[in-house]
């Protein structure tokens, strides 16, 4: 009798993340089985994930699902999951941009969206934050393009450019921009905005938490009393507002800002118990609605309030740009639409296995 079980899937990394992608019928429909499908999918809880396919980082340990849609103007819907790597949690609150950037190339391979030749237009429903993009996929011949010159920072070879139109971002998880009614807030004696667009997220400057805004992606990521300070605070927050106990989610995340020589901000994302590599696209999304809002912990460094335009943040990698359109009444932000280019490339398609042992 064979103890596996194997589980079609394609392996894609989708902007500076990477993870299995698969059809939500190949998964346990309870939910609980899932979890647990995901968390042998990946090798956790293990701080090597050695034993499945997670890469022993945030970015690496992601899961992307998808079903064909019901809904009438959207092709498919996404289900994003964040497996922890140490612990047997899967989180589906928070989504991810970097992975959704894979979804488009996913179901024009998997036949979920018939590919025009030239290039193929993908809708789809984030079903963790209700959010609806479209993406503009490369399809000469009928086929995904994977190689090509556009580059993005934190991935070393160039692909083929993938567009990404974001709608309906304001409040994902809260139904807010600002969930506590405030653009500043203030715990433990340092002062945050907490955002939600696209993500919940808090964000903090460099200098209140005693650091210089020079700290490598090494350092920062290595300074767990920085990391857990502004876990504390976001853990108390949360509460706050509703979202209940995160002490075991991923949202909200945590950023801090600083000036920047070489774009409109300097910024530091974390998934919150790593500092990203890069930049999560969902978290530029946030901190450029926290920049285009007067009176938050951004506008010290950031006035520019034009409701059109480019905008560009420096993370640990280098450099990421995003379009905005934003819709203003009496000052303040009621409607935000972004565009931002990526890039995926399908790594691998096959199965996988996971034992028996650990579903049942």
Same mark, same amino acid.
């Given at each position: 009798?064979? *103890?596996?079980?194997?589980?079609?899937?394609?392996?894609?990394?989708?902007?500076?993340?990477?993870?299995?992608?698969?059809?939500?019928? /190949?998964?346990?429909? *309870?939910?609980?089985?899932?979890?647990?499908?995901?968390?042998?999918?990946?090798?956790?809880?293990?701080?090597?994930?050695?034993?499945?396919?997670?890469?022993?980082?945030?970015?690496?340990?992601?899961?992307?699902?998808?079903?064909?849609?019901?809904?009438?103007?959207?092709?498919?819907? #996404?289900?994003?999951?964040?497996?922890?790597?140490?612990? &047997? %949690?899967?989180?589906?609150? &928070?989504?991810?941009?970097?992975?959704? $950037?894979?979804?488009?190339?996913?179901? %024009?391979?998997?036949?979920?969206?018939? &590919?025009?030749?030239?290039?193929?237009?993908?809708?789809?429903?984030?079903?963790?934050?209700?959010?609806?993009?479209?993406?503009?996929?490369?399809? &000469?011949?009928?086929?995904?393009? #994977?190689?090509?010159?556009?580059?993005?920072?934190? $991935?070393?070879?160039?692909?083929?450019?993938?567009?990404?139109?974001?709608?309906?971002?304001?409040?994902?998880?809260?139904?807010?921009?600002?969930?506590?009614?405030?653009?500043?807030?203030? %715990?433990?004696?340092?002062?945050?905005?907490?955002? /939600?667009?696209? $993500?919940?997220?808090?964000?903090?400057?460099?200098? /209140?938490?005693?650091?210089?805004?020079?700290?490598?992606?090494?350092?920062?990521?290595?300074?767990?009393?920085?990391?857990?300070?502004?876990? /504390?605070?976001?853990?108390?927050?949360?509460?706050?507002?509703?979202?209940?106990? $995160?002490?075991?989610?991923?949202?909200?995340?945590?950023?801090?800002?600083?000036?920047?020589?070489?774009?409109?901000?300097?910024?530091?994302?974390?998934?919150?118990? *790593?500092?990203?590599?890069?930049?999560?696209?969902?978290?530029?999304?946030?901190?450029?609605?926290?920049?285009?809002?007067?009176?938050?912990?951004?506008?010290?460094?950031?006035?520019?309030?034009?409701?059109?335009?480019?905008?560009?943040?420096?993370?640990?990698?280098?450099?990421?740009?995003?379009?905005?359109?934003?819709?203003?009444?009496?000052?303040?932000?009621?409607?935000?639409?972004?565009?931002?280019?990526?890039?995926?490339?399908?790594?691998?398609?096959?199965?996988?296995?996971?034992?028996?042992?650990?579903? *049942?």
């Amino acid at each position: 009798m064979n *103890d596996q079980i194997k589980i079609p899937c394609m392996f894609i990394r989708g902007g500076t993340s990477r993870g299995p992608y698969f059809l939500k019928e /190949d998964l346990p429909s *309870d939910v609980n089985k899932r979890d647990k499908t995901l968390l042998a999918v990946m090798g956790s809880p293990d701080i090597r994930q050695i034993d499945g396919l997670g890469g022993a980082e945030p970015v690496k340990s992601k899961v992307a699902i998808i079903d064909k849609s019901s809904e009438d103007g959207i092709d498919v819907d #996404y289900y994003f999951a964040q497996v922890k790597i140490d612990q &047997p %949690i899967v989180d589906t609150k &928070p989504s991810c941009g970097n992975i959704l $950037v894979g979804v488009g190339p996913y179901a %024009i391979e998997k036949g979920l969206v018939k &590919p025009d030749d030239g290039e193929t237009s993908v809708v789809v429903r984030d079903k963790n934050t209700g959010m609806k993009i479209e993406q503009i996929v490369k399809t &000469p011949g009928k086929k995904v393009q #994977y190689d090509g010159d556009f580059k993005i920072d934190g $991935v070393p070879t160039p692909g083929s450019p993938i567009k990404l139109k974001f709608l309906n971002i304001i409040g994902s998880q809260t139904n807010k921009l600002f969930p506590t009614g405030n653009k500043i807030d203030c %715990i433990d004696g340092v002062n945050f905005t907490l955002i /939600d667009c696209a $993500v919940p997220m808090v964000i903090f400057k460099a200098k /209140d938490l005693e650091l210089n805004g020079s700290e490598t992606f090494n350092e920062l990521n290595e300074n767990k009393n920085i990391i857990n300070r502004m876990n /504390d605070i976001r853990i108390k927050i949360a509460k706050e507002v509703g979202l209940g106990d $995160v002490s075991n989610s991923v949202i909200p995340k945590t950023a801090i800002i600083m000036n920047s020589d070489k774009a409109d901000i300097k910024s530091r994302y974390f998934m919150p118990w *790593d500092c990203h590599p890069a930049y999560a696209v969902t978290g530029s999304m946030a901190l450029l609605a926290s920049c285009k809002s007067k009176n938050t912990i951004c506008s010290e460094f950031y006035k520019d309030y034009t409701d059109t335009g480019n905008f560009s943040l420096e993370h640990p990698s280098g450099l990421l740009k995003i379009k905005f359109d934003i819709k203003y009444e009496e000052d303040e932000i009621k409607d935000i639409s972004i565009t931002t280019t990526r890039n995926a490339r399908l790594i691998m398609s096959g199965n996988v296995y996971v034992k028996k042992s650990l579903i *049942d």
